[in-house]
């Protein structure tokens, strides 16, 4: 059974960083691709960015230049790195796992089948 568990999150200044991290139980870890994705209440859950198994990654226009998704593979871990923060990002973040994998990352929700408890991310004004 793969598990995620998401940390890293907090409350962070306009302009100011923060690094998501979601750790990953299982062996099978480098051939999933990953994703990350944020839901504010009232609002359909949406696609921050995702990863595939070679590295080739996908961005959300609204974060495009700001965020940046990595993976290390040795430690079971995809990082979601945000910088330039800015109230509108401010949303619970989820990672989730399309285990099926493939050289193109994985925009669409469906395709993922193992997601992480989530972890909120609050920026002030």
């Known amino acids: 059974q793969v598990q995620l568990v998401e940390s890293g999150g907090g409350l962070e200044q306009a302009g100011g960083s923060l690094r998501l991290s979601c750790a990953a139980s299982?062996?099978?870890?480098?051939?999933?691709?990953l994703g990350w994705f944020r839901q504010t209440p009232g609002k359909e859950r949406e696609v921050v960015g995702a990863?595939?198994?070679?590295?080739?990654?996908y961005y959300a226009d609204s974060v495009k230049g700001r965020f940046t998704i990595s993976r290390d593979n040795a430690k079971n871990t995809v990082y979601l790195q945000m910088n330039s923060l800015k109230p509108e990002d401010t949303a619970v973040y989820y990672c989730?796992?399309?285990?099926?994998?493939?050289?193109?990352?994985?925009?669409?929700?469906?395709?993922?089948?193992?997601w992480g408890q989530g972890t909120q991310v609050t920026v002030s004004s």
């Open positions: 299982g062996r099978a870890f480098s051939t999933y691709n």
């Open positions: 989730a796992a399309d285990r099926t994998g493939t050289h193109f990352a994985t925009r669409s929700q469906r395709q993922y089948d193992v």
């Open positions: 990863i595939s198994q070679i590295h080739m990654t």
